[in-house]
């Protein structure tokens, strides 16, 4: 199952890869790792995206409570969430692709944020299935680069992991 | 007044009470090593390797249950400090590690006995700081105190530049250190300790398993009236050893891999289990699915969440120390209305009396070649059970843990998780000097004493008179034994070939050697090594025993905890 793990985490040189490491040592998945500060600067925020059974997920809650600098860890998943990623893809836009290739776009609530006179390059939010589902909505032969942050996510409502 | 970082780090393990050192200079620590010399709070300790600083450190915790000191210098003294922070890290024994960095400003280029420490040490400690201002200094150094010995003890390793080491900042110790990101838990859940105690007092065939948690939580007293209070028969695993008494009836012996026929057995065939401060490791169940196909409820009380279900799912999680958990069972206990099953256990221990009358550490006491098992045993006699007893790792460790009836907790003391080849020697001094008039042994094999032998210097220059007992088979043992047994008996590079003569070699370090071949000098010997006359002497036996003995019980890799190979069998 894909499990979003959130956490907050002191902002101290070394942490990310105390994260990171863990992964690697206890050999865990890591589909994408998101981490940035929060308002509050001596606090990070991380966003782990991981796929494993109940046992592996449930051991990587507790490996990671377990770090030293991690303060709260809290699993996304197992509550109603939200979940956005934001992905920018440079595709070719000629003849008549060019088109074709904005209504797609917009379909999927796309902003071209950059135009030449042979490319689009577009910005995409949205969960990572849907960021997947442009992707294989375009034509493969038409994508230059894409770019993809990893997933953020939240909890919906009251739900909310502080300190 | 101002001190300087080197200044601070020597005044923090004053304020902490450190009584020992054990360490090795170099240019990075050489400010710390000036204010070293300049103080006498506390005693350095000179080793000849790293490594044995940092195990000589490891054993002084150990046997006290206080954080233990080492002092290494940057570069090539952290890489050889690094098993020794591995070694204690696999055991969770609390540790502060003080290691040397280069110059803040050269940090990353390459200076001369750069390491990136903090990255080499992180899988293998519970944390590690690299303090990078003066300022910071005397916090991470509480901080790391704190960290090594509470929750789930373990090593910290505090990496200081050097440059920090003379930088000028104003020393105050705190008394605490809050961290909004460390609070282990400390009390159990009180709703699971009312299930627990509930399905202790339905058990029919309710078993105890006691690891090292319970020493390193100083929770044998509690334990001992648990087990006494309920009747029910106790193991212990390899660092659980004196947890429990072993002379005690309702001791059925160390499980797991190479436990005794009872209590493997036991733990295979219960209906309850109360697993405490233990963790399912593989050399104990043997194969999970094996010990999953008997149905038993799993009662687990651990400080560590993540050692709780990791190997094997549990009914009734309880998070919390073991001390602490154990009172409040204890109390509970005694309010109940209920009492254990009488006719049940009943039946229950003359079932572990059957499998008990295999004797299964039964061995040729009549053989004309020195039986290591009879080393041992003798050992235990002429020590009367009370010596410490440091080990190296292989069939020597197996039989020290299954011959010496350990009655009290932190008189074993051994490298259980990473099976450190080299720990005894080290170990047996961090342990001599922690407890002067004591008898400390190590028993140790012609291989691994040799990976930290350089250490007897060490013990030359410190009086520190250990009696060093190495059952010498010519063979790195166990690794003889799995080939014999799994390689058809194709003995790849497992004989020891061209030892030096241990009895030279130990005077030659100016200790006292001594040679035995018959098993009837064993015991003079062994009560020379003891008596009086050789009291302040560092004495090392090598007794020449039998190179074809195997460690019995043996569970097989992989295979069920029930599928025991008997030495009968053979
Ligand atoms: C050659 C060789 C053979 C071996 N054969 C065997 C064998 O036959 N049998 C055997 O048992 N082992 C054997 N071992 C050792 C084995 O590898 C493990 O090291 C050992 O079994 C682990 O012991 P433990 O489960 O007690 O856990 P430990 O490693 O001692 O861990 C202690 C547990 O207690 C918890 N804890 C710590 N402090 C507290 C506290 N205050 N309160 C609550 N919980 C706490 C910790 O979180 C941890 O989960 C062998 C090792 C070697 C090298
Ligand atoms: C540092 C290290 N290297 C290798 C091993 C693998 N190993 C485990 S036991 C053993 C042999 C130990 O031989 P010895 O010290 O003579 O003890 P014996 O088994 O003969 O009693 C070896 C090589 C280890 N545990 N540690
Ligand atoms: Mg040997």
Known sequence: MRHIISLLMENEAGALSRVAGLFSARAYNIESLTVAPTEDATMSRMTIVTIGSEDVIEQITKQLNKLVDVIKVMDLTEGSHIERELMLVKVKAVGPGREEMKRTSDIFRGRIIDVTDATYTIELTGTGSKLDAFLEAIDPAFIIETVRTGASGIGRGERSLKV | ?570
């Open chain 2, 1 to 570: 007044m101002e001190a300087t970082g080197a200044e601070i780090v020597v005044r923090c393990l004053a304020e902490e009470g450190v009584e020992f050192v054990f360490g090795y200079p170099g240019g990075a620590v050489l400010n710390i090593y000036d204010e070293i010399f300049k103080q006498n709070k506390f005693k350095h300790v000179l080793v000849r390797h790293e490594q044995a600083a940092v195990h000589a450190a490891d054993a002084y915790a150990r046997s006290t249950g206080r954080v233990g000191v080492a002092l290494v210098t940057s570069g090539p003294g952290v890489t050889n400090a690094v098993t020794g922070i591995a070694t204690a890290y696999m055991d969770s024994i609390p540790i502060v590690v003080i290691t040397g960095q280069v110059p803040t400003p050269a940090i990353g280029l390459d200076a001369f006995q750069e390491v990136d420490t903090v990255g080499i040490t992180r899988p293998c400690v519970k944390h590690n700081f690299l303090v990078k201002d003066v300022k910071d200094l005397a916090t991470t150094m509480k901080k790391a105190f704190i960290i090594a010995a509470t929750g789930r003890p373990g090593p910290v390793v505090v990496d200081v530049p050097k440059d920090v080491t003379a930088h000028l900042t104003e020393f105050v110790y705190p008394a605490t250190v809050e961290m909004r990101s460390y609070n282990p838990v400390v009390k159990g859940h009180s709703g699971q300790l009312k299930r627990a105690v509930q399905m202790l007092l339905e058990a029919e065939r309710p078993m105890i398993y006691a690891g090292g948690g319970v020493v390193l939580g100083d929770a044998s007293a509690q334990l001992v009236e648990l087990a006494r209070l309920l009747g029910f028969p106790v193991t212990n695993t390899l660092m659980g050893l004196g947890g429990y008494p072993a002379t005690d009836r309702q001791n059925l012996g160390m499980l797991g891999m190479h436990g005794t026929y009872e209590a493997n057995m036991a733990m295979q065939h219960c209906d309850v289990l109360l697993a405490i401060g233990a963790r399912f490791d593989d050399r104990v169940i043997g194969n999970p699915a094996h010990f999953a196909r008997e149905q038993r409820r799993i009662i687990h009380v651990d400080v560590d969440p993540s050692s709780i279900s990791k190997r094997v799912r549990v009914d009734v999680p309880i998070v919390g120390d073991v001390q602490n958990v154990l009172t409040e069972m204890l109390s509970l206990l005694k309010l109940a209305k209920e009492k254990p099953d009488t006719a049940a256990l009943n039946s229950w221990w003359t079932q572990i009396e059957l499998w008990r009358s295999k004797n299964c550490l039964n061995y040729n006491r009549n053989s004309p070649i020195i039986k290591p098992q009879y080393v041992v045993e003798k050992l235990w006699e002429v020590t009367k059970g009370d010596a410490y007893i440091t080990s190296d790792v292989g069939q020597h460790q197996m039989w020290a843990a299954q011959y010496y009836k350990f009655d009290k907790p932190r008189r074993w003391i051994n490298s259980g998780g990473l099976g450190t080849m080299g720990v005894g020697l080290p170990y047996a001094m961090g342990v001599q000097l922690a407890h002067p008039d004591a008898q400390v042994a190590c028993i140790t094999g012609e291989s691994s004493i040799q990976m930290c032998i350089q250490e007897l210097s060490t013990c030359k220059q410190y009086r520190i008179p250990i009696k060093i007992v190495t059952l010498n088979n010519r063979y790195m043992g166990m690794v003889r034994q799995w080939q014999e047994f799994f390689y058809g008996s194709r003995y790849a590079e497992s004989y020891m070939d061209s030892l030096p003569d241990f009895v030279k070699l130990a005077e030659a370090y100016g200790h006292v050697g001594m040679r035995i071949d018959k098993p009837e000098d064993v015991e003079a010997a062994l009560k020379e090594a003891f008596s009086p006359a050789l009291k302040e002497r560092l004495v090392f036996m090598d007794f020449q025993t039998d190179q074809a003995e195997n460690v019995f019980p043996m569970v097989g890799a992989g295979k069920g905890l029930s599928e025991m190979i008997l030495a009968e069998e053979l």
